[in-house]
């Protein structure tokens, strides 16, 4: 059974910086891409950035240039950086890895739990 397990939300200032991270743990083949979503509030869940097994990463326009996706694949473990925050970046952070793992052997889907992060004005 794979868990994604999510640490590093919190309440931050407006202009502070929050390090997200989440690691994949249990017995797998291989994990695809890995990446970090968002729910505000009243909104739908978004994307918020994505990083291929090579490392290739993908932003929404958003967070562009404030938010580092980064991962370690030794550690099974994905993070996310994010400065100069705002108050609009307030939201339920979610983990999200395509991981190959018995017993099917094929890509699938695993979603953390989430980790809230607060931007005070």
């Known amino acids: 059974q794979v868990q994604l397990v999510e640490s590093g939300g919190g309440l931050v200032q407006a202009g502070g910086s929050l390090r997200l991270s989440c690691a994949a743990i249990?017995?797998?083949?291989?994990?695809?891409?890995m990446g970090w979503y968002r729910q505000a509030p009243g909104k739908q869940r978004e994307l918020v950035a994505t990083?291929?097994?090579?490392?290739?990463?993908n932003y929404t326009d958003s967070v562009k240039g404030r938010f580092t996706i980064s991962r370690d694949n030794a550690k099974n473990t994905v993070y996310l950086q994010m400065n100069s925050l705002k108050p609009e970046d307030t939201a339920v952070y979610y983990c999200?890895?395509?991981?190959?793992?018995?017993?099917?052997?094929?890509?699938?889907?695993?979603w953390g739990k989430g980790t809230l992060v607060t931007v005070s004005s």
């Open positions: 999200k890895s395509v991981v190959v793992a018995p017993p099917y052997y094929r890509a699938m889907d695993y």
């Open positions: 249990g017995s797998m083949l291989s994990i695809n891409a």
């Open positions: 990083i291929t097994s090579g490392g290739m990463p």
